[in-house]
């Protein structure tokens, strides 16, 4: 059964920087456009990030431009997500996601359990 992991979460300062690592196992995640998505408490979730199969395409919210990157290895079957320039407001649990690139559709396939971010001021 395909799978997702997230790792790397955590407590840390404004202006500090934190790396989310998300693992993918049961199949070959190579070939899907894999995401970040966040939820902050009573919000709903939103999209914060996503690259494609071969990582040469990247798209981001515009409240992380500039300070979150996306990358993958898929040789390891994982993708991240550098979060830099952090503020109290990127608190939320974060969500990796992967989907097939399809025609008219954006519904992501398999999601992760979420990991924990919480900026301090």
């Known amino acids: 059964q395909a799978q997702l992991e997230e790792s790397g979460g955590g407590l840390v300062q404004a202006g500090g920087s934190l790396r989310l690592s998300c693992v993918g196992s049961g199949r070959t995640f190579s070939s899907l456009i894999m995401g970040w998505f966040r939820q902050a408490p009573g919000k709903e979730r939103e999209f914060v990030a996503a690259?494609?199969?071969?990582?040469?395409?990247?798209d981001f919210a515009d409240s992380v431009k500039g300070r979150f990157t996306i990358s993958r290895d898929n040789a390891k079957n994982t993708v991240y997500l550098q979060m830099n320039s952090l503020k109290p407001e990127d608190t939320a649990v974060y969500y990796c996601a992967a989907r097939q690139a399809k025609v008219g559709s954006t519904k992501y396939d398999y999601w992760g359990q979420g990991t924990q971010v919480t900026v301090s001021s």
């Open positions: 690259i494609s199969w071969s990582g040469g395409i990247t």
